[in-house]
């Protein structure tokens, strides 16, 4: 599936793209780092009001 996406994703943009496995250590959403697997409630937890 990720091979056809990123062959659609060339098709439409013209520019060669390539997607690659990021540890979540590395990945951030709205400047805040995501959680571990497995401790996303307990992270969610923490911004509901």
Do not use: C, H
């Amino acid at each position: 599936m990720m091979t056809d996406y990123t062959n659609l994703l060339s098709r439409v943009t013209g520019v060669m793209i390539g997607i690659i496995e990021t540890s979540f250590e590395n990945v951030m959403e709205g400047g805040l780092r995501l959680p571990p697997p497995g401790e996303e409630e307990a992270w969610q937890a923490q911004f509901k009001v």
